[in-house]
């Protein structure tokens, strides 16, 4: 059992960073794959990237690469998602989800991913 809390949303404007952070408890962090997903007003949610249990490899949204990185802290329990250069079009509720058997195939899925945080808003001013 894996559960998840999100922090670090909020309101910017255009052009600026925030960096988002996903605390998870239990001692099995890292065996999960974590992702992030984002869901806009009126819209289905969306992949944005996922990172492998150890940190060594990621993966983005191809709308998201160069502006957004994610990273984690095994030893902290916690994934980060830095997004730098934000548009008005990034503003969503944040979710950080957690997967025990994520292929690198389906990893844009949100059914690989069994735990779900409560979500964090993004709101990016123009």
């Known amino acids: 059992q894996v559960q998840l809390v999100e922090s670090g949303g909020g309101l910017v404007q255009a052009g600026g960073s925030l960096r988002l952070s996903c605390a998870a408890s239990g001692r099995t962090f890292s065996s999960y794959a974590m992702g992030w997903f984002r869901q806009a007003p009126g819209k289905e949610r969306m992949f944005v990237a996922a990172v492998n249990w150890s940190g060594g490899r990621t993966y983005y949204a191809d709308s998201m690469k160069g502006r957004f990185t994610i990273s984690r802290d095994n030893a902290k329990n916690t994934v980060y998602l830095q997004m730098n250069s934000l548009k008005p079009e990034d503003t969503a509720v944040y979710y950080c989800?957690?997967?025990?058997?994520?292929?690198?195939?389906?990893?844009?899925?949100?059914?690989?991913?069994?735990?779900w945080g409560q979500g964090t808003q993004v709101t990016v001013s123009s």
């Open positions: 989800a957690a997967g025990r058997y994520v292929s690198d195939y389906n990893r844009e899925l949100q059914s690989e991913y069994g735990y």
